[in-house]
């Protein structure tokens, strides 16, 4: 929360600084080939997070949550490739399409120094685990810049999450067996995006996602934010560097939600760095 309230400020008082932004429609496509804004975007970086995930798969009301850095072993930190791309449709630049994907695996072996309950199954004290945890992150948004100017970018827009999960816990000792769970998870939000052109050649990034959702035996959630600096340092070339947080909230029961086949509880957080180069046209 500190992050976010941080973000917020720094977005408010840059936005309070700025000249005025309300050029028509017509102005602005009058002078788009004069604005800093890219037509193209292609970026690809090293993403670097840390990872907490608490997981229950059983039915409603049963079972525990359980923290699967914590108990199951795995690394709580990792570092991925990261790829992005953007593209203004529009002749007034007002119009923007996104896309991006970065997938976490992990994986991890322990003995379990506590009884845990996971698909109705009790694994005791001194159970050998191997488990894996992958996550693949695709994104898709429209954005729609209703203030934009040659220093000022503000935009509204849809998105949506397609997030294949995959869960693998394999148990031997007194007790041996194999639990798993797969599904996709496809997330509508809502965003928010603040670009600012601090100077010619250094920006400043930043962009909010938010959703939920009940419906059924169905609740799903997610917030995610960035904020970053990116200089330009040749026409076509630039770097940036960026900090990313995102939290994702998933209860079903399978029968109620396009494409959610989860019996259980997903809770999924991570906050991270993102260093990378992006190429303009």
Not at 92 to 116: C, E, K, P, Y
Not at 248 to 266: D, H, R, S
């Amino acid at each position: 929360m500190r992050i976010l309230a941080l973000q917020v400020i720094l977005v408010v008082l840059l936005a309070a600084i700025c000249p005025s932004a309300f050029a028509d429609d017509k102005d602005t496509q009058k002078e788009a080939g004069k604005l800093p804004w890219s037509k193209y975007t292609i970026a690809a970086g090293a993403f670097a997070s840390s990872t907490s995930s608490d997981i229950r798969l059983s039915a409603k009301g049963l079972g525990v949550s359980i923290d699967v850095e914590e108990a199951l072993g795995l690394d709580a930190t990792s570092t991925v490739f990261r790829l992005a791309g953007s593209w203004r449709f529009s002749d007034n630049m007002r119009h923007r399409a996104d896309l991006s994907w970065f997938a976490l695996r992990r994986d991890g072996d322990t003995v379990l120094g506590q009884d845990i309950v996971i698909d109705g199954v009790t694994l005791p004290i001194g159970t050998d685990v191997n488990t894996q945890f992958d996550v693949d992150v695709y994104k898709a948004a429209y954005s729609y810049s209703f203030l934009l100017d040659d220093r000022i970018d503000i935009a509204a827009g849809l998105g949506l999450y397609v997030m294949p999960i995959s869960f693998e816990l394999n148990a031997s000792g007194l007790l041996s067996t194999q639990v798993s769970e797969n599904f996709t998870a496809p997330l509508p939000v809502i965003g928010l995006r603040a670009d600012f052109a601090l100077t010619p050649k250094w920006f400043l990034r930043t962009k909010f996602d938010i959703f939920y959702l009940e419906y059924g035996q169905f609740k799903g959630s997610i917030y995610s934010s960035s904020i970053g600096v990116e200089w330009k340092a040749f026409k076509h070339v630039g770097f940036g560097l960026a900090v990313d947080t995102f939290n994702l909230g998933v209860e079903a029961e399978g029968e109620n939600y396009p494409e959610i086949n989860l019996k259980g509880q997903l809770e999924y957080q991570y906050l991270g760095g993102l260093l990378f180069a992006k190429v303009y046209f």
